[in-house]
């Protein structure tokens, strides 16, 4: 069945650095969304993807889609400590959104 | 609006005990989706509803796990008997539709002892 990757599973940042996480599908994707989970919480909706090759930004957020529409990434620039949490990847298959693993974001003040 | 209610929002309770996790959608949200998390197996899909009918419940572990949705603004989420595998923090999130962007409820933590 369809797999959706994510990487890394955790990365740990000093405040002010730069963070990035991918995402890759096994197969092609009509659309890709991005959900954040802060510690305790529940996921809360960022983003959805559409087009190949779209690139979006948020502040200091930045998402892209993939020219093939198999891959995503999220690039948050100079992190902050509210940045901390976990970002989910998450496509859409036949009628359901398949989540990926998540990257946990640490950021050390 | 106030977004997706979930309740309880803690639950502990001992092993072979009956477990009822409720939800109610946002307003006008006509697809519904159970979820667990752990830290050993992530974010799984257990079930969703499309307008009130269970269209996937391939997620749900074994038998001892039923989802109704007697109207669009109800689903429950059924444990019976609860074992201590199956603590674990429970979400429930609604969406326009199928493959739209999903809201997330508060969740439900669940200590089975």
């Known amino acids: 069945g369809q797999q959706v990757m994510q990487i890394p599973q955790y990365q740990h940042v000093q405040e002010g650095e730069d963070f990035t996480t991918y995402c890759n599908s096994s197969t092609t994707l009509s659309n890709i969304q991005w959900y954040k989970q802060r510690p305790g919480g529940h996921p809360v909706f960022l983003i959805q993807l559409v087009k190949s090759g779209e690139v979006k930004k948020q502040k200091r957020l930045t998402f892209q889609f993939g020219e093939a529409k198999k891959n995503s990434s999220l690039h948050i620039t100079a992190t902050q400590t509210t940045d901390v949490g976990t970002y989910f990847c998450?496509?859409?298959?036949?009628?359901?959104?398949?989540f990926g693993q998540g990257t946990e974001l640490s950021v050390k003040p | 609006d106030a977004g997706v209610i979930q309740s309880p929002r803690h639950e502990v309770t001992e092993m072979g005990q009956e477990v009822t996790l409720r939800c109610k959608p946002i307003s006008g949200h006509n697809s519904l989706f159970w979820y667990r998390q752990t830290m050993m197996r992530g974010l799984e899909l257990l079930i969703y509803f499309n307008n009130n009918v269970p269209i996937d419940d391939s997620g749900m572990p074994e038998d001892r796990f039923s989802a109704k949705m007697p109207n669009a603004s109800f689903s429950t989420l059924k444990i019976q008997p609860s074992e201590p595998r199956d603590s674990a923090v429970y979400f429930c999130?609604?969406?326009?539709?199928?493959?739209?962007?999903?809201?997330f409820g508060p969740g439900t933590r669940l200590t089975v002892t």
């Open positions: 998450a496509g859409p298959r036949g009628g359901k959104l398949i």
């Open positions: 999130a609604s969406s326009l539709a199928s493959n739209y962007e999903q809201y």
